[in-house]
């Protein structure tokens, strides 16, 4: 008995081991200016940002196998970062472009900001989860998910079929691009802004203020002014959806 009990353990520690040999972990602190601008380009996983009042921006990140992946895939990849008072970037590079039938693995992100810098993503297909800063904000990806909250400067997405929920806490200039994503938009303290909207087999949606809808042969199009149409809101989809709540 005494032996099948030491047996145990040994497993449970090696198990252990194997789970920790499976991850690597990536952890940077950033001293930058109010102004500065914090980009990172990653391809697949999971970005969490948050702010603070800070002056630092601190950067954790996990990588771990891909469901179908290997342990050995961990190794693929390369964080690689390049820093100074006003900048701050991060790109994942793919250090074994020929292995074929790789599956690289996923990377999960634990990013603090302070609240008045500018934020830009570039992400195949991560699953985001941000508080953003109070800086200008740009986010390409290919087909992420997530949510989007406390927008309060000029905003830009560009994805070709993700799905977001974007909550507009300020309103400024709005530039949404998708080719078939499902977007939905809510926005507070909309009194003046120029809206142009254009789908082609896609649908718009608007609830809290009428918005006319002019439906043509091969396309939807909206042009609307409110207020002195400070604020700029484009809104483009070749057959995703945009649903527009205005608080």
């Not at 353990?9 to 789970?19: E, V």
């Not at 690689?80 to 990377?107: A, H, M, Q």
């Not at 302070?114 to 991560?126: F, G, H, I, Q, R």
């Amino acid at each position: 008995m005494k032996r099948t009990f030491l047996l145990i353990i040994a497993l449970a520690a090696t198990a252990a081991i194997d789970a920790f040999a499976q991850e690597r972990s990536y952890q940077r602190d950033f001293p930058v200016n109010s102004s500065a601008r914090f980009s990172l380009d990653s391809y697949k996983g999971t970005i969490n940002v948050r702010t603070d009042g800070g002056n630092t921006i601190r950067v954790k990140a996990r990588i771990y196998p891909d469901v179908d992946g290997t342990p050995e895939s961990i190794h693929d990849v390369e964080i690689r970062e390049n820093s100074s008072r006003n900048s701050v970037s991060i790109k994942v590079r793919n250090v074994n472009n020929d292995s074929g039938n790789n599956i690289l693995p996923l990377v999960h992100w634990d990013i603090r900001l302070p609240d008045t810098v500018d934020l830009a993503l570039t992400t195949y297909k991560s699953q985001v989860d941000l508080d953003v800063p109070a800086g200008r904000i740009d986010i390409n990806s290919y087909k992420g998910t997530g949510t989007i909250r406390g927008v309060r400067n000029a905003f830009k997405l560009d994805t070709y079929k993700g799905n977001f929920k974007i909550e507009v806490r300020e309103l400024a200039d709005l530039d949404l691009d998708t080719y078939k994503g499902d977007i939905a938009l809510d926005v507070w303290g909309a009194e003046d802004f120029e809206l142009r909207a254009n789908t082609y087999k896609g649908t718009i949606q608007f609830t809290g203020l009428v918005i006319p809808v002019e439906n043509k042969r091969r396309n939807t199009e909206v042009s609307f002014t409110r207020g002195s149409g400070r604020n700029r809101l484009s809104l483009e989809t070749y057959k995703g959806s945009f649903k527009v709540d205005f608080k």
